[in-house]
């Protein structure tokens, strides 16, 4: 039997996380050749996370200038894309999430007729402009897809909902969580620069935060935060590894490079963060894998934003949506560092966001999608 050819497109550090257990499921079964197209939307972000999961891709667009606007960035992406997926026949296209990437690679395989899969479908803040521009792309995929992976059953029927037939819609759990699993059985060395900081005595605060629409204001309010949070709290310590985008780099290091109790670092590798994580005893974040990621780890996460599209980390407790007011940040964090009750609450809640089976099941269906739709030509 001919083997299935799939093309992954990834441009960011999350999509190389998540797209990683799809690749290795793929590659077991043994009936699939897989190819990476790598946008380069996070160039050295997404390069540590090729390393770290040892992939290559075999297709770099390098599509990122400085300054890019979004209009520059969709059709450099837009033309790097269509013209690989012109040249090549592949069975199904694979994007994930809410990405520019994401977006156009769905489209892309639209205009091919290619069969476009889409990991981590059926997220919705349900505000169009938050988060910026993610939330409309990963709408958008919606109907250029034509297999929906829902990493929760409430993804699911989101995507029921605005008209998506059932048998097209996956629940598989997130694909992060197996990523989780497979980089804790690694053996990687922490880096260097933390080691020292992570064994501190004390409790540790871990924050990370990169949203566009936190740029500025919001994200003065959240440093001012943190340096209260450091005072009222003497046992505490707070490591912050900083996104590259320079508007996050030059607000925190103005605000906050001076606290002996403070440190600044590079972004850290995967292993690395998830030691990071490990060690803390409270993240404080805006990011979405850290919300998926912290609930097996135990670990409570403050959400940076004001809405959140993974509501189910909320529901089971694990979460807190904090916003980026100083004083909503301080008063939560200061509950967590005071009541050893509702810190125990936070931390045991369970985690919603799967079993760390998501690459076999999402690969399984896409293989039963396509024997079916080449019965249904037959
Ligand atoms: N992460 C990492 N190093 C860091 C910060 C985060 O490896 O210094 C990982 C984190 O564990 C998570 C992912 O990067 O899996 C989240 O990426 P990001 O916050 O950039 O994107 P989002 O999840 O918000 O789309």
């Known amino acids: 039997m001919n083997k299935r050819k799939f093309l992954f497109v990834l441009g960011t550090r ?16 043994g009936l699939i050749e897989t190819e990476i197209l790598h946008t380069g939307q996070h160039l050295e972000l997404a390069a540590e996370m090729f390393r770290h999961f040892r992939l290559r891709p075999d297709f770099d667009l390098a599509v990122m200038q400085p300054d890019q606007t979004l209009f ?16 090549n026949d592949y069975d199904m296209i694979f994007v994930q999430g809410d990405t520019s990437s994401a977006f156009i690679g769905a489209l892309c395989g639209f205009y091919r007729k290619i069969p476009v899969g889409h990991i981590e479908a059926g997220l919705r803040t349900l505000d169009r402009y938050s988060p910026f521009p993610e939330e409309m792309n990963r709408r958008l995929v919606s109907p250029l897809a034509s297999l929906h992976f829902a990493p929760t059953q409430r993804a699911g029927n989101m995507l029921a909902g605005e008209g998506i037939p059932g048998n097209l819609i996956e629940v598989t759990g997130n694909t992060v969580i197996d990523a989780l699993f497979w980089s804790l059985q690694q053996d990687y060395p922490v880096r260097d620069d933390i080691k020292e900081f992570l064994d501190l005595p004390g409790r540790m605060l871990l924050v990370t935060t990169h949203r566009r629409e936190n740029f500025g204001e919001p994200h003065r309010q959240v440093f001012s935060a943190l340096l209260e949070l450091v005072e009222r709290f003497s046992d505490t310590r707070i490591l912050f590894p900083i996104h590259p985008n320079p508007n996050v780099r030059r607000e925190a290091a103005a605000m906050l490079n001076n606290h002996p109790r403070i440190h600044l670092t590079s972004p850290l590798d995967y292993q690395s963060f998830i030691r990071a994580m490990q060690k803390s005893y409270l993240i404080l ?27 189910e980390g909320l ?54 999608y396509l024997s079916s739709q080449s019965k249904n030509h037959r």
Request: glycine share 8%; hydrophobic share 40%; charged share 25%.
């Open 14 to 29: 999350p999509e190389v996380i998540k797209v990683a257990p799809v690749v290795f499921a793929a590659r077991e079964t």
């Open 72 to 87: 520059q960035l969709t059709s450099r992406i837009t033309e790097g894309i269509g013209e690989i997926v012109s040249r």
């Open 285 to 311: 974040s805006d990011s979405g894998g850290v919300q998926e990621e912290a609930p097996s780890l135990n670990k409570p996460v403050l959400v940076l934003r004001e809405s959140t599209e993974r509501p």
């Open 315 to 368: 529901d089971t407790g694990a979460l807190k949506l904090v916003g980026t007011d100083k004083a909503r940040i301080i008063e939560a964090a200061s509950d967590l560092l005071t009541s050893k009750a509702n810190y125990e609450a936070m931390a045991n809640a369970q985690n919603p966001y799967g079993d760390g089976q998501s690459g076999q099941k999402i690969v399984a269906a896409a293989l039963a």
